[in-house]
Every structure is written in structure tokens, then in C-alpha cells.
């Protein structure tokens, strides 16, 4: 546990000197930055390889869900993120988090405020893909580009089964227990839907298109988005 600690607190220091290396030229700037682009995914979708490509193709920093909620779970170390904001005088974040709080939460945790900060610290420096944890409830639809990573069941069993080394009936398993969990903690922390359309601007079936297509038309929709944006 500790060790894992240190490898976060690292990469938090570490994200925190390039983003003070980039971000008064990006202000200096007045032209359009790509958006947050927030990847929910089902299990065995291979939403983390999607994410991880896009993030290389479009040169953006990529938070996976270990590192949210490892971030999220230290109030030490999301008070170290949540600095870089005040340095730079960037309002808003908790007036918004505060509304979050009264509009959508079942119950607010230490946890969920923590992982709101850092979300939402995220979007304020952008260029960033932000894979789980329910980032797309937590930012507005201006801030972020949704995504839904979904694919049959029978294909996900299969990805699982062979990524892992392990039997179909053990891969069902993982998956459906896997999918149960991220529906409980949307359901618990957003009072949503974790499967509804509504809530992303894309949908993608991996099951149907390959890795590369599918990273084709999240990019074409980011751009077409960034242009139809006001």
C-alpha cells in the first residue's frame, strides 16, 4: 500500500510540473483546446486500450481509474492538486462541486469530494482523457466528450477469458461481477443510469469495429464537436 502511495504521489508531482510548463502559453492563447474526453466502459470492451490509443494519437495526458481513485482516497494528495488550481486563480470548480453535491448525490463521502476535486482539476487544465469513475456525471457537457465503450457479451468473455488465461465460465463471472459494481456505484454516487445513451456523446461497439476504427471516430467526433462548439 505504501509503495503504491509513493508511485501516486510521484506522478502527481510530476503532472503538476507539466502542467505549470504548459499552461500560461495555453491561456495566452485564445484558440479551441480539445476537451476532456471521458471513457466509460464495460467490462472486457477494451476501453483502456481505445483510451490509452486516443490519448497517444491526439498527444493528451492519460488518468486511468487506479490513479483517480488512488488520487481520490488521499486527501493529502488532492490537496496537492487542488494548489495548482488556487495558484493560477481558476474559480468556479467548488461552487460547482457544491452544486453537484445538493443536485445529484445520494450521499456526498469523502471519497466522492476528492474525486470530484480531482476530476474537475483535471478539466480545468484539459488535454486529458479520464478513463472510468464516472468523470462524464462530474463535468459539465461543455468541459468533457463522452464516450461509452460497449461490445456484446459473448466478445467480452472471450477478451477476458484470453487476457487473463482463464476459463469462459470464470471470464462470465468477472465480467457480470465487474459490471455490477460500476452500475452500483453509479447508481449510488450519481442517481444515473450507467448504460444510458443519454448520458455520452458516443457510443462505440468494439465488437463490430476494430481498435483502430473505433479511435478513428472518437477523434472525427471530438474535432466535429470542437468545430460546431461556439
Excluded at 483502456?48 to 490509443?53: E, F, V
Excluded at 492519460?62 to 482516497?73: C, L, P, Q, T
Excluded at 480531482?118 to 488535454?127: L, M, N, P, S
Aim: glycine share 4%.
Amino acid at each position: 500500500m505504501e509503495k503504491k502511495t509513493v508511485t501516486i504521489e510521484k506522478f502527481v508531482k510530476d503532472q503538476i510540473k507539466k502542467w505549470e510548463r504548459h499552461f500560461p502559453a495555453k491561456h495566452k492563447k485564445e484558440e479551441a483546446r480539445i476537451p476532456v474526453i471521458t471513457v466509460s466502459k464495460e467490462p472486457g470492451a477494451d476501453g483502456n486500450i481505445l483510451a490509452q490509443k486516443i490519448a497517444e494519437r491526439l498527444d493528451l495526458d492519460i488518468f486511468n481509474r487506479d490513479i483517480i481513485k488512488g488520487i481520490a482516497e488521499s486527501a493529502k494528495i488532492s490537496a496537492s492538486v487542488i494548489e495548482t488550481l488556487e495558484k493560477k486563480r481558476l474559480s468556479g470548480v467548488e461552487d460547482f462541486i457544491s452544486s453537484l453535491v445538493n443536485k445529484h448525490y445520494l450521499y456526498p463521502g469523502v471519497y466522492l469530494e476528492h474525486l470530484m476535486k480531482v476530476v474537475c482539476t483535471i478539466a480545468e487544465h484539459g488535454r486529458a482523457v479520464i478513463v472510468g469513475r464516472g468523470a462524464n456525471f462530474i463535468l459539465p457537457p461543455e468541459k468533457r466528450f463522452s464516450v461509452r465503450i460497449v461490445a456484446p457479451l459473448d466478445v467480452r468473455i472471450q477478451n477476458i477469458a484470453r487476457r487473463f488465461d482463464v476459463s469462459a465460465e470464470e471470464a462470465k463471472r468477472r465480467v457480470i461481477r465487474r459490471e455490477s459494481r460500476r452500475s452500483a456505484f453509479i447508481r449510488q454516487s450519481f442517481n444515473a443510469d450507467i448504460s444510458d445513451p443519454l448520458h455520452y456523446d458516443l457510443t462505440i461497439t468494439t465488437g463490430k469495429l476494430s481498435i483502430e476504427s473505433a479511435v478513428e471516430a472518437v477523434i472525427g467526433a471530438v474535432m466535429v464537436s470542437l468545430v460546431d462548439t461556439p
